[in-house]
């Protein structure tokens, strides 16, 4: 287990989670950890969004497989953005702030979604917004509550070059000023370059939990990590598309 110094905000021991018949979290174990950067990757299907949705409370769990630190506030961004689509990003702000017991002002959101570039769409109803914007908008949404731990399900998918930078750039600018981050991404260039710790699952099991530094000081990079431990499978007679 790697971080033992730091502070846990949550730690997961033996999670198992079920979902139609079939064993989907498989007896995970980690620590999030204070002031840490903590990327799980893996497969399509391996489990990253249920293990969000076990540390979110979407889900009921036994109270001994999840525990979090006394007072620890969270700010979720789901896979999925979750947003009244008839109404103004204002308004949501405004349902959402009351609905979280938000922290944030006006002129910081204004200065998130500017830094953003999406201030013009403050005023404008959901349902209009394009996918990168909605991705950017959901962001602001998990910063109301100005959390100590954000957990963020693929942050970055839908963000165009330009927009993934600042948004890598505004999460390292909020981890200096003391916030952990627990986030899931499938781009493992931008893990490499974001995360402080990688975890990687497959089919519902953790198969490594280490330091980036350390990953890298044994790889290459990410990609040839994933692909040892993950493994391909290529068929050489069903190979041609
Ligand atoms: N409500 C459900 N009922 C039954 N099975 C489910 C349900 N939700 C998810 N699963 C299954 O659980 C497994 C893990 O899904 P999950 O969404 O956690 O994977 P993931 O690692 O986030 O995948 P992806 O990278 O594709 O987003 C998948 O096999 C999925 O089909």
Same mark, same amino acid.
């Given at each position: ?7 846990? @905000?949550?730690? /997961? ?27 799980? /990757?893996? #497969? ?26 006394? $007072? +620890?506030?969270?700010? /979720? ?19 959402? =702030? ?6 944030? %002002?006006?002129?910081?959101?204004? &200065?998130?979604?500017?830094? +953003?570039? *999406? ?6 109803? /959901? ?10 908008? %959901?962001?602001?949404?998990?910063? @109301?509550?100005? #959390?100590?731990?954000?957990? @963020?399900?693929? #942050?970055?998918?839908?963000?165009? #070059?330009? &927009? =993934? ?12 000023? $003391?916030?952990? *981050? ?25 198969? +490594?939990?280490?330091?980036? %530094?350390?990953? @890298? ?13 993950? $493994? ?10």
């Amino acid at each position: 287990m790697v971080s033992k110094n730091k502070g846990t @905000l949550i730690s /997961v021991k033996s999670l198992t989670k079920e979902l139609g018949g079939n064993k989907i979290l498989k007896g995970i174990t980690f620590d999030v950890v204070e002031n840490e950067i903590l990327a799980l /990757v893996g #497969p399509n299907g391996a489990g990253k969004t249920t293990t969000i949705r076990c540390l979110t409370g979407i889900y009921n769990l036994g109270k001994d497989q999840i525990i979090k630190k006394d $007072g +620890l506030t969270i700010g /979720v961004v789901s896979e999925k953005d979750l947003l009244w689509e008839k109404e103004t990003g204002w308004k949501n702000i405004e349902i959402f =702030r009351e609905y979280l017991g938000g922290k944030l %002002s006006n002129d910081q959101i204004e &200065s998130y979604a500017k830094y +953003l570039d *999406i201030s013009e769409f403050l005023p404008k109803k /959901v349902h209009t917004y394009s996918k990168g914007t909605r991705r950017k908008f %959901s962001f602001i949404l998990g910063l @109301l509550k100005d #959390p100590k731990l954000l957990i @963020l399900d693929e #942050p970055m998918s839908g963000l165009d #070059p330009v &927009s =993934r930078i600042k948004m890598r750039e505004l999460i390292f600018k909020l981890n200096k000023e $003391g916030k952990s *981050i627990f986030y899931t991404s499938h781009d493992l260039a931008e893990v490499e370059k974001l995360a402080h710790r990688v975890m990687l699952m497959k089919k519902g099991e953790i198969v +490594l939990d280490n330091l980036k %530094s350390d990953i @890298l000081s044994n790889y290459r990079n990410l990609e040839e990590l994933f692909l040892e431990k993950v $493994g391909v499978h290529i068929d050489e007679e069903n190979n041609e598309i």
